[in-house]
């Protein structure tokens, strides 16, 4: 694969200091290919980069589309990771208390389904989202992304 035809997304990992430590902001993928997959199925809120967009305003609009809330503050960039389809994601850490799981507003998509069967139906990109302290963001996130979790701590001096 040609490295112009190689998908670059941006996402951001949001955190709080919670009752049990640090958590972290996770969505949950919206249709019906995820909705019965809970363990390796999380992801931060993320998507693909638009011609000549900064990576960070991609995070942004990416995070604002997918949970109808924007976040600010001081970013800190981690380090890029290529997931298992080979995209890369380049994410950033904000800590970002005030999210509310509660006021989840997703942007929507179409696709057939049931496959095959020429009916279009409307989906959230995002289903769920929820905060989780380290080990439960550990069991739940897509296995590629577990390394943010680690530079995160490593980061913020909890490992």
Do not use: C, N, Y
């Amino acid at each position: 694969m040609s490295a112009s035809r190689v998908k670059h997304s941006a996402g951001i990992l949001a955190w709080r200091h919670g009752a049990a430590g640090l958590e972290v902001f996770l969505v949950h993928p919206g249709g019906p290919l995820w909705a019965r997959r809970d363990a390796g199925a999380w992801s931060i809120p993320k998507g693909e980069l638009e011609a000549q967009e900064a990576e960070l305003a991609a995070a942004q609009r990416e995070f604002l589309e997918e949970t109808g809330q924007s976040v600010q503050g001081a970013f800190m960039q981690l380090t890029p990771l290529r997931q298992s389809g080979g995209k890369t994601v380049s994410a950033f850490a904000v800590e970002a208390a005030s999210l509310d799981p509660a006021k989840l507003r997703s942007t929507m998509f179409r696709m057939q389904w049931p496959p095959k069967s020429g009916k279009w139906q409307e989906f959230p990109e995002v289903d769920r989202a929820a905060w989780f302290d380290l080990p439960a963001a550990s069991v739940r996130l897509l296995a590629a992304q577990r390394v943010l979790l680690q530079e995160l701590a490593a980061r913020l001096k909890l490992a």
